[in-house]
T-cell receptor
Framework: RKEVEQDPGPFNVPEGATVAFNCTYS??????FFWYRQDCRKEPKLLMS???SGNEDGRFTAQLNRASQYISLLIRDSKLSDSATYLC????????????FGKGTMLLVSP | DTAVSQTPKYLVTQMGNDKSIKCEQN?????MYWYKQDSKKFLKIMFS???????INETVPNRFSPKSPDKAHLNLHINSLELGDSAVYFC????????????FGPGTRLTVL
């Protein structure tokens, strides 16, 4: 099983749609979880951290289920500017540990 | 006031050459990283340094040699470049390297001919 697996995509949605991304991770010792966004030919940028209780930032909601080792990202009222690749990111455990990036799911929002 | 900067942005070179990429961060972070993103867009960690000390080396060929003169700088030197080294190399930094969020530089697009 890959360390971090995401929906392969791409997701093509109209403006205003709600879209959900799913991610699973294999390391039960992981303690930090993030969603990053990467625009074409740009660097990854932090979208939001993901907390056990779930968290929301405007139109974006992230959920974490530690028992199932599952993370989700919900985008409501999609905008054209949301078109990007969304990367699920998980750390490898405690202490000095790097982040493992999923392959990403591309989102294309059309008018 | 760029947070993480890399030079050069583009690098085109012949097989067998040696090249270096430089990275600097002004965030006051203790930890810096090098990642490789290949043509399939998969982002893979290569190295991690904390306060100038190497803490993670992800089985990268020894043609790749990172150097950290101080905690704000992490350079990557590549010897005897191969076609398969063509990729985008991203530098990143984070506060303490313990699974905290990372901030990325704009990337260096390396093409080996």
């Amino acid at each position: 099983r890959k360390e971090v697996e995401q929906d392969p995509g791409p997701f093509n949605v109209p403006e205003g749609a709600t879209v959900a991304f799913n991610c699973t991770y294999s390391n039960s010792a992981s303690q930090s979880f993030f969603w990053y966004r990467q625009d074409c030919r740009k660097e990854p940028k932090l979208l939001m951290s993901v907390y056990s209780s779930g968290n929301e930032d405007g139109r974006f909601t992230a959920q974490l289920n530690r028992a199932s080792q599952y993370i989700s990202l919900l985008i409501r009222d999609s905008k054209l500017s949301d078109s990007a690749t969304y990367l699920c990111v998980v750390n490898r455990g405690s202490g000095y540990s790097t982040l493992t990036f999923g392959k990403g799911t591309m989102l294309l929002v059309s008018p | 006031d760029t947070a993480v900067s890399q030079t050069p942005k583009y690098l085109v070179t012949q097989m067998g050459n040696d090249k270096s990429i430089k990275c600097e961060q002004n965030l006051g972070h203790d930890t810096m990283y090098w990642y490789k993103q290949d043509s399939k867009k998969f982002l893979k960690i290569m190295f991690s340094y904390n306060n100038k000390e190497l803490i993670i080396n992800e089985t990268v060929p020894n043609r790749f040699s990172p150097k950290s003169p101080d905690k704000a700088h992490l350079n990557l030197h590549i010897n005897s470049l191969e076609l398969g080294d063509s990729a985008v190399y991203f530098c990143a930094s984070s506060h303490d390297g313990q699974g905290d969020e990372q901030f990325f530089g704009p990337g260096t697009r390396l093409t080996v001919l």
